[in-house]
């Protein structure tokens, strides 16, 4: 295995790691925000900064203000004294197209992500706009990870 696939392997199970801070209980997404080897931002799924932690409504249906971890991760960069131009992005799952276009505007070159969803548009367009797309199934580590 050469070494840039071990990486993305090693982020990828980080950002599984990071989405277990989530409240959200239909699905758990987890973000690392990565340039020259250094994580330089990290965003789970979950609530705006001063709102309850509960992601889904009585009938289980997500919250429309709820904040994908992509998006939480790329605002804390903006926050921050860092810039995601030229960084990778690892996500637990494909990003949406709301995302992709934040991903894209952030100036990053490259997405891994580690399990699909079933609209592909968010994958679509950032190949559209040149940022390297890149799918690792992670499933064999959720299997371990839940053990």
């Known amino acids: 295995m050469d070494k840039q696939r071990e990486l993305d392997l090693r982020y990828l199970r980080m950002a599984l790691i990071w989405s277990e801070n989530s409240y959200c209980k239909r699905r758990q997404v987890g973000c690392l925000v990565v340039k ?40 804390k960069v903006a926050g921050s004294s860092n810039s995601s131009k030229g960084a990778t992005v690892y996500v637990t799952d494909s990003p949406c197209l709301e995302c992709a276009k934040l991903i894209i505007q952030s100036g990053v070159k490259r997405v891994v992500f580690g399990r699909p969803y079933r609209l592909t548009d968010g994958e679509d367009l950032l190949r559209r706009a040149g940022v390297e797309v890149l799918f690792l199934d992670i499933s064999q580590f959720e299997q371990n990870h839940e053990e």
């Open 36 to 75: 020259d080897q250094m994580i330089i931002s990290d965003g789970y799924n979950g609530t705006p900064s001063g709102f309850e932690n509960i992601c889904e409504d009585d009938d289980g249906v997500t919250k429309p203000y709820v904040l994908h971890a992509e998006a939480n991760a790329i605002t």
